[in-house]
Nanobody
């Protein structure tokens, strides 16, 4: 019913920048929350940044370096990552809390992108 497709990511040197993008498509009525999670090897998945109703939230370790932005008309969310550090290395996942329809009925659900690798290394 809903698909999230991510783009961006890759290999960058410490101090560099990357931009992640995520586009939601399908039978969407409304997207309530969009966010980015990451999971490093051997660690639990953690919420990095989220946006909802104009509010943005970040974990402390990325404040001042990462910026999340959203285009409601296009159902997209981006994560601009600056001053990247080796500890930012992880698989990054887009997440959205979505209200969607099937026929005459509406539903809500949480959806995930496929994940994109971000590697920060010299």
């Amino acid at each position: 019913q809903v698909q999230l497709v991510e783009s961006g990511g890759g290999l960058v040197q410490p101090g560099g920048s990357l931009r992640l993008s995520c586009a939601a498509s399908g039978s969407i009525l409304r997207i309530n929350v969009m966010g980015w999670y990451r999971q490093a090897p051997g660690k639990e998945r953690e919420l990095v940044a989220s946006t909802s109703d104009g509010r943005t939230d970040y974990i402390d370790s990325v404040k001042g370096r990462f910026t999340i932005s959203r285009n409601n008309a296009e159902n997209t969310v981006t994560l601009q990552m600056n001053s990247l550090k080796p500890e930012d290395t992880a698989v990054y996942y887009c997440n959205a809390d979505v209200a969607y329809y099937i026929g005459f009925y509406s539903y809500t659900g949480a959806y995930w992108g496929q994940g994109t690798q971000v590697t920060v290394s010299s």
